[in-house]
């Protein structure tokens, strides 16, 4: 069964911690992203990957870094100088950029 | 400075009635449009697509409309189910330019038995 798994689903974490999501996908898609949900905001580019070893910031980079050392996996690290981290993530990926972007079932992230 | 925009927050329809989402966008090299169905605390679903060189496309209860000229697309419902209540993303891309989607706000549609 092709698709794109996310873990975990909720992840609490205390201020000033990194945190790491996971994302891993199966569909052999060459492009991943990471997107931000807030209420009322629609889905915001945090970081995405064209290929493997490659990655470009999106719209809200601050604060978060990956790493794309796997073709199948894309996680992301929310570190302690993102100010707000509370929100809902989502991981996607597509056969390349600029394609039909299938997405993960999200983590909810809340910070205490 | 939003380059794609769903101006209705919400719009609320009757069962078996006609849901029409409404979209905009102002940049005219997108050659790419999508609509993706969000329920709360999962992941978007994609819907249905249609490319710049087209003006229609149908896929069951599903249809997208594009007018280029008016730099507007619409996605119609027909006929509108209970199931269907959840939030639709509008999105764009170029194709051939390599960046990502970008996507509009999200309007929230509610369908009542």
């Given at each position: 069964d092709g698709g794109i798994t996310q873990s975990p689903k909720y992840l609490f974490r205390k201020e000033g911690q990194n945190v790491t999501l996971s994302c891993e996908q199966?569909?052999?898609?060459d492009a991943m992203y990471w997107y931000r949900q807030d209420p009322g905001q629609g889905l915001r580019l945090i970081y995405y990957s064209q290929i493997v070893n490659d990655f470009q910031k999106g719209d809200i980079a601050e604060g978060y870094s990956v790493s794309r050392e796997k073709k199948e996996s894309f996680p992301l690290t929310v570190t302690s100088?993102?100010?707000?981290?509370?929100a809902f993530y989502l991981c996607a990926s597509s056969i390349r950029q600029g394609y039909t972007q299938y997405f993960g079932p999200g983590t909810r992230l809340t910070v205490l | 400075d939003q380059q794609v925009k769903q101006n209705s927050p919400s719009l609320s329809v009757q069962e078996g009635r006609i849901s029409i989402l409404n979209c905009d966008y102002?940049?005219?090299?997108?050659d790419y449009f999508l609509w993706y169905k969000k329920y709360p605390a999962e992941g978007p679903t994609f819907l249905i697509s249609i490319s710049s060189i087209k003006d229609k496309n149908e896929d069951g209860r599903f249809t997208v409309f594009l007018n280029k000229s008016a730099k507007h697309l619409s996605l119609h419902i027909?006929?509108?189910?209970?199931?269907?209540?959840a939030v639709y993303f509008c999105a764009a891309s170029f194709n051939q330019a390599g960046t990502a989607l970008i996507f509009g706000k999200g309007t929230t549609l509610s369908v009542s038995s």
């Open positions: 199966n569909l052999n898609h100088a993102q100010k707000n981290p509370t | 102002t940049n005219s090299m997108f027909v006929p509108s189910q209970p199931g269907d209540s």
